[in-house]
Nanobody, 124 residues
Framework: QVQLVESGGGLVQAGGSLRLSCTAS????????MGWFRQAPGKEREFVAS????????DYADSVKGRFTISRDNAKNTVYLQMNSLEPEDTAVYYC?????????????????WGQGTQVTVSS
């Protein structure tokens, strides 16, 4: 079992930046593909970004490409989401997710482990 804990959310003005962190405990973090997802009120959970075990591959939703960057530090058991040029439409609860049995995936059901989420609110 692996536990994931997100941090770094908050309130920011449009055009600002935030950096989310997700720290894992339990099994070997470096064996997990990691992803970030978000869910706005009344909407389904949607894919944001994912990163391969060794950081060699990343994938982004079109809505965040060029503004968000996913990275990981396996020595610290942590995955990051740097969010720049934030827009009010980015307001959501952001979740990190991980799984050891998959390649990069945009589908939430393919990830077995989830954090509790961190709120990001972007004001206009």
């Amino acid at each position: 079992q692996v536990q994931l804990v997100e941090s770094g959310g908050g309130l920011v003005q449009a055009g600002g930046s935030l950096r989310l962190s997700c720290t894992a405990s339990g099994r070997t973090f470096s064996s997990y593909v990691m992803g970030w997802f978000r869910q706005a009120p009344g909407k389904e959970r949607e894919f944001v970004a994912s990163i391969s075990r060794s950081s060699g591959y990343t994938d982004y939703a079109d809505s965040v490409k060029g503004r968000f960057t996913i990275s990981r530090d396996n020595a610290k058991n942590t995955v990051y989401l740097q969010m720049n040029s934030l827009e009010p439409e980015d307001t959501a609860v952001y979740y990190c997710a991980g799984d050891s049995a998959i390649v990069l995936s945009r589908s939430p059901p393919t990830y077995n482990y989830w954090g509790q989420g961190t709120q990001v609110t972007v004001s206009s």
